[in-house]
């Protein structure tokens, strides 16, 4: 079996387009799966990075899939959505798919009570000589009104969520015959799960909802297939419950971090076998300087920079590094001119600004009658400090006041 998740099919990379990145990962991914005589492949949510992917996008997964099947007509696919994915815009081809062995898993069905439908979810898998020797609990993201509604809980998501896999696997062990094993896919937030700086965004974008323990999956699952978090990593401690990780950088922090597959096997429902597989870098991710540098330093460092010889689709995408005691307009231009005819794919400029440990000031909250006497002039220099450290120039100030004079006399008009 391989393991992977978030593709994230169509994202933007600081609005460069990946399709050149996603179709060689998919080519590496088709060798791979035929190189390491693959039976079943797992994709643990977020196919796509938009829940309205653009058409190129889908025409990359689904002719992937069609190749996939073509060249090993007894692979089988399960594929789950993740939070990034439209689950019924996923689950929309699953007619076409129904003499296949591909299983999209989207939406969560409901029995005559409103309950769980885990009879959609429970998906055998079988060995090569036709027989199920697998039973795979294809759970897709889960949102509010897919998981029970207890009671008397201290955290309505992680119980709720907690629960569903609990039931879930009871139907399964139900089903499960002597010799086969269970498997569990999820796409969540694991505890304790090593995040990249991405991965931290995420959950901002997500409410902050708390995450879930490794304790929910039921010690006779053999494997825990995830997908969320983009860092591969085990969960719990546990060498069967893991993160496969994003086969593509999401950014510059995963500067030297390898991404993977991982590979195991289940044999009369024994886990064996688990390896990672490293996924070549197709676009690499360039940092210069190594720290945050004034603005010689850096611009020196550009001009030392070799002319990169591959092709544009390969060309390097560089973060420059910054270390400014204040504002610098022509920062952009600057750094553009130093690299122009190069080769690289400038995507990021981080800029960091000198500390003045004396200048720094500690929040003041404020009652209402000192916001009601806070003019426009005093938040910008309070704003300014804050980031910059040093006084608001005068030319700027005076701009200030010429534009707010100007929308006085407007208000007055109005």
Request: hydrophobic share 40%.
């Amino acid at each position: 079996m391989l393991h992977t998740a978030d593709w994230h099919i169509g994202q933007l990379f600081y609005e460069y387009d990946r399709n050149f990145e996603h179709e060689q990962f998919l080519n590496w991914l088709l060798n791979t799966l035929q190189d390491a005589r693959i039976d079943v492949l797992l994709i643990s949510g977020d196919v796509f990075d938009l829940s309205n992917p653009s058409a190129a996008s889908v025409r990359l997964f689904y002719s992937f899939l069609n190749r996939a099947i073509v060249q090993q007509p007894g692979l089988q696919i399960v594929i789950t959505a993740g939070n990034h994915d439209s689950a019924a815009r996923l689950e929309t081809p699953k007619p076409l798919l129904f003499s296949t062995n591909i299983h999209i898993v989207g939406l969560i069905g409901k029995d005559e009570k409103g309950a769980p439908d885990y009879s959609k979810l429970v998906i055998p898998l079988f060995n090569q000589n036709g027989d199920p020797e697998v039973m795979c609990i294809a759970v897709p993201f889960l949102r509010q009104g897919d998981y029970p509604q207890l009671n008397d809980c201290s955290n309505p998501y992680a119980e709720g969520v907690t629960a569903f896999y609990e039931e879930a696997y009871r139907y399964a062990a139900g089903l499960k015959q002597e010799g086969q094993a269970i498997i569990a896919m999820g796409h969540l937030h694991a505890q304790q799960a090593s995040v990249s700086d991405i991965d931290q965004m995420e959950r901002l974008i997500m409410g902050g909802v708390e995450s879930v323990a490794a304790s929910a999956f039921h010690e006779d699952i053999a494997y825990v297939a995830l997908g969320h978090i983009h860092k591969a990593q085990r969960i719990g401690g546990k060498e069967h419950i893991r993160y496969s990780g994003s086969p593509l950088p999401m950014s510059f922090s995963e500067t030297n971090y390898k991404h993977q597959v991982i590979v195991f096997e289940l044999s009369e429902g024994k886990l064996s076998g688990l390896e990672a597989l490293e996924i070549p870098l197709s676009v690499p991710l360039l940092r210069v300087p190594a720290r945050n540098s004034v603005p010689a330093d850096v611009l020196h460092a550009l001009h030392q920079l070799p002319v990169y010889q591959g092709t544009r689709q390969t060309a390097p995408y560089l973060e420059v590094r910054v270390l400014l005691k204040g504002p610098e307009p022509g920062l952009r231009h600057s750094i553009e001119t130093a690299i122009e005819g190069k080769n690289y794919r400038l995507a990021k400029i981080d800029v960091c600004y000198e500390s003045d440990g004396d200048k720094q000031k500690r929040p003041v909250v404020l009652d209402d009658a000192a916001l009601r006497e806070l003019k426009p002039v005093d938040i910008l220099q309070s704003v300014y400090e804050q980031k910059y450290n040093v006084p608001v120039p005068e030319g700027l100030l005076n701009l200030f006041r010429q534009v707010e004079a100007e929308v006085g006399e407007t208000e007055n008009l109005l």
